[in-house]
């Protein structure tokens, strides 16, 4: 007989899912009742206004997608691209490259865009590739890349894109609730985020928002969108006013977790979250320096929340992984694609972003790696 | 500020989802680990090895989708048909037509086969529609109409599927747990069913299974997958045997929730939970015999979990079904499709199969229909 999971409990400070808050943790546990529910309704419009907020928009067409961050992904690609467009992808890092396979399998061409892993994305780039292609009818980058901790100027790309009519597809999975997301502000037509990063919620949804241009666009396409799940002409019936249609089961329970996620936002407000998360970032850098530990982004495109760090020379990257998950209860992400074994991924997002983990970070990272003085150089910077 | 969710305590007798055992609600608030953690990898062996037992299978692809049912209808027919196939989609009910609407998407021509709703799928058309279609590739069809309460024979099915060279793809979100799913047994190639059904876990997780030909199918196709979320040869590389790659984040807490189900399902046994369906079942009609009410579907097809019953005349169904939620917190569901206004749906699924729910459903129906006899008509079929 198969015996009940009882999972450690560990710090979480990778890439995400980061430390959910007992809060969400209990709110998932609440009594399930029905996706027809009006009692259920309410909690739909709930998550809805919250969104909406936390996305900074007013876009009527602001959901939860029922499957994670990269089917919100794979959401904002089939409704807006239709076979034979070209779509111009910036890749600096994981999920620009996801994108790419996105739009390839939309039937779509994509025009890459590279940056080195690790840099924003170079806007004087991408104004070159909207000029060489007129025809282009998405410009489609990441805001927060989750794989090397780079933040982007989404203002300024989304601005681009606009003068020359071009949609705009943001990924800031790693963004919502950890620095600025400004949609409206930005003009950004699709943006979808996860649930499991600043939102410090458990994985498994992915919010999503599309502007009324993105929304004619939808609604005026030729060919029907590829993917029934995904068909955002369905999910609005269902999530939109009015009589709701039924068209999936929603994840009931999580969306139960997701709307604590959003008060718990609400309460503390946006400002508030991202400053947090921008002191907290900042001790944690001030304690790596101490003890010579290296970032790879650029000081002016780090993500606060997302801190790519440089393996320092003769360390095993595996052996320290290991003995901080086992020793400590301590996870921290490893490098991906051309930085695996090269870099640490140390998260700092939602509910994880405070001084007993950064402090407790450090503190374990001094001891495997025999070095001191980075606890000290963070509580430094905390203060007495 | 919006304030916390805190929903109503429903007994939920509908469709689905189901009284969610209390056992998975605590299972769900469990502190979350990474999806790469060791021991979410133990945990993610288990689910495989339970939900193979559980759909009565040695495939080696068994798993669950990180989403929910209608995502895993889709991933069954993504993986499988390639643009230009034919597929023969037997339809008797909701769930025909979105498979219908998913080979459309895919590029292929459906090839409709219709019997009434509330009838099984009828064997005889389906041979005849394979003969008069050597060409088809695919026979996909509803082992359990959650629209009407109709179980078809799919061991029949999938023997003449076979027998002519086809896949076949088979939806049985509303029978696993409940009735008999024998996957290998049928010869059945490309099985999904549901977590919020019979085994009384929240939605939002789509459990699938591929047979080694689906699976060779799926290896030598010529064209990508059009969904990358759901591509299942991506999806392997993160739920197969050694070196984990990294696909999506899996949804962590709600993999504790189907962990739980399933060790509560092996600790029944099969045999034992397809049973205890049959005998609420029983007890149930023999409550709305009692009182005049008729089945939709004949005897010998009826699924014990999905009781769809016509309303009496006279009888106004969106009154009675407010008044059983509002006095009673109490769910049943409503007809859908012509079935609409004219058909209840009482559902007996997982934990929500138990006398308390039968005796007490029968009760507040005999309170607001003003009539008698359908609680003492139970009574006396459970005996003393």
């Known amino acids: 007989m198969t015996r009940s999971f009882h999972p450690p409990v560990r710090t979480l400070m990778g890439p995400g899912p980061s430390d959910v808050n007992p809060r969400i943790l209990e709110a998932l546990s609440r009594p399930t009742i029905g996706h027809l529910d009006p009692a259920f309704i309410g909690l739909m419009d709930d998550v809805k206004r919250l969104l909406q907020f936390a996305f900074r928009t007013q876009n009527s067409l602001t959901l939860p997608i029922s499957a994670p961050g990269s089917a919100g992904m794979e959401c904002c690609f089939v409704n807006l691209v239709q076979p034979g467009d070209k779509v111009i992808v910036a890749q600096n890092g994981v999920f620009g490259g996801r994108m790419k396979e996105n739009v ?10 590279q940056d080195d892993w690790g840099a924003a994305v170079d806007p004087h780039k991408i104004e070159d590739a909207i000029r060489s292609h007129p025809d ?48 409206d502000g930005w003009g950004a037509d699709a943006v979808y ?50 009589q709701r249609a ?21 309460e503390e407000g946006l400002e508030n979250a991202w400053a947090r998360h921008a002191r907290h970032h900042a001790a944690l850098a001030a304690g790596l320096a101490a003890i010579g530990i290296e ?20 360390v095993d990257d595996a052996l320290v992984r290991r003995r901080l998950l086992e020793e400590y209860q301590l ?19 939602g509910f994880a972003a405070n001084r007993t983990n950064v402090l407790f970070c450090l503190g374990a990272l001094e001891a495997l790696l025999a070095r001191t003085g980075a606890v000290a150089a963070a509580r430094e910077f905390y203060g007495p």
Chains 1, 2 share one sequence.
């Open 193 to 242: 985020s996860g649930t499991q990063k600043c939102l410090s919620c458990i994985p498994g949804l992915s919010p999503v928002t599309f502007s009324s241009r993105a929304q004619e666009t939808i609604q005026k396409r030729e060919k029907k969108v590829q993917s029934w799940f995904l068909d955002m002409g369905l999910v609005m019936a269902y999530w939109g006013g009015g």
């Open 331 to 349: 996870e921290i992400g490893s490098g991906l694609g051309p930085l695996a074994g090269k870099v640490w991924r140390i998260g700092l997002m």
């Open 136 to 183: 282009a009818k998405v410009l489609a980058f990441v805001h927060a890349e989750t794989s090397t901790g780079a933040r982007s100027d989404a203002e300024t790309l989304c601005g681009l894109a606009r003068k020359a009519g071009l949609l705009t597809i943001v990924d800031t999975v790693t963004g919502l609730g950890g620095i600025d997301v400004n949609v």
């Open 295 to 314: 970032f790879v982004v650029a000081a002016e495109h780090r993500l606060p929340q997302l801190n790519c760090v440089r393996i320092p020379a003769g």
């Open 104 to 113: 390839e399998r939309c039937g779509a061409t994509a025009i890459l865009v």
């Open 246 to 266: 039924y068209h999936h089961t929603a994840p009931i329970n999580m969306l139960y977790g997701l709307h604590e996620a959003l008060v718990i936002l609400e």
